[in-house]
C-alpha cells in the first residue's frame, strides 16, 4: 500500500494511472486545510439560513497537489472553468456540499458526474462537511455521457435508497455514488477532514 509515494499521487493527477495501479489509501491532507477553509466559508451565514457553495481548480504544479481560482458559488451549484496556467496542470476541481438544513455528508450529485465525466476531469473532490470524497477517472472511466440520463438516474436511485430502504440521506448519496462510479468505471475514494481516503471502488 505504497500510498503516499507522491509519485503515485502525481500520476492519479496527471490521468497517468491505471486502475490496476490505483492505491487502497490516497492522501490528500496537503490540501485538507484549504479545503476546510472552503468548507467553513460555505456555511458561515447557516444560522440566518444562508449556505454558499465554493470551489476550486485542483492543478499539480512543483511537485504538488494544489488549490487555486477559488470560486464562490450559489446555495446549490458552482460552475468552474478552469484556466490553464504555465507551470500548472490542470487536474480537476474540488467543491463543498453545503445545506442549509444541516445535512453532511452528502457526496457527488448527478450534476457532478455529468461534469466530471464529460470535462475529462482526473480526479474531483466534494467536502460535505462530515467527510471528503473523491472520483479518480482511469484508463476505465467514461469519457461521454448523456448529462440529463445520469442526473435522472441519480435521482431514482437516492429516492430508492432513502425512501423505501430507509436509509439515511448521506449513506444513500454514498450508495448512489458508488452504483455510478460501477457504471462508469470511476474509482471511488472517502475520508475524513484531514485528507487521508480510502478506496471504496475501483473499476
Ligand atoms: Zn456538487
Not at 435508497?161 to 448521506?170: F, G, M, R, T, W
Request: proline share 3%; hydrophobic share 40%.
Amino acid at each position: 500500500m505504497a500510498t503516499s509515494r507522491p509519485h503515485i499521487l502525481q500520476t492519479i493527477c496527471l490521468g497517468q494511472c491505471t486502475s490496476n495501479n490505483l492505491p487502497d489509501q490516497l492522501d490528500l491532507s496537503n490540501i485538507a486545510a484549504e479545503m476546510n477553509r472552503l468548507w467553513r466559508r460555505s456555511i458561515r451565514e447557516i444560522r440566518r439560513g444562508i449556505v454558499t457553495e465554493y470551489g476550486a481548480v485542483l492543478v499539480w504544479q512543483h511537485n504538488k497537489l494544489r488549490l487555486t481560482q477559488v470560486t464562490q458559488g450559489t446555495e446549490n451549484a458552482i460552475a468552474l472553468k478552469p484556466r490553464a496556467v504555465r507551470g500548472q496542470k490542470i487536474v480537476g476541481t474540488f467543491h463543498t456540499h453545503p445545506y442549509k438544513e444541516g445535512w453532511l455528508g452528502i457526496t457527488f450529485s448527478g450534476e457532478d458526474f455529468a461534469s466530471v465525466i464529460n470535462t475529462h476531469e482526473n480526479v474531483s473532490v466534494v467536502h460535505s462537511g462530515s467527510r471528503i470524497a473523491v472520483l479518480v477517472c482511469n484508463d476505465k472511466s467514461s469519457r461521454l455521457v448523456n448529462g440529463y440520463d445520469i442526473i435522472d438516474l441519480a435521482n431514482v436511485l437516492v429516492r430508492q435508497y432513502y425512501s423505501k430502504e430507509h436509509i439515511p440521506l448521506d449513506e444513500a448519496s454514498l450508495q448512489m455514488n458508488i452504483d455510478l462510479c460501477m457504471i462508469h468505471k470511476i474509482a471511488f475514494y472517502i475520508g475524513a477532514l484531514d485528507g487521508r481516503l480510502t478506496l471504496r471502488y475501483k473499476p
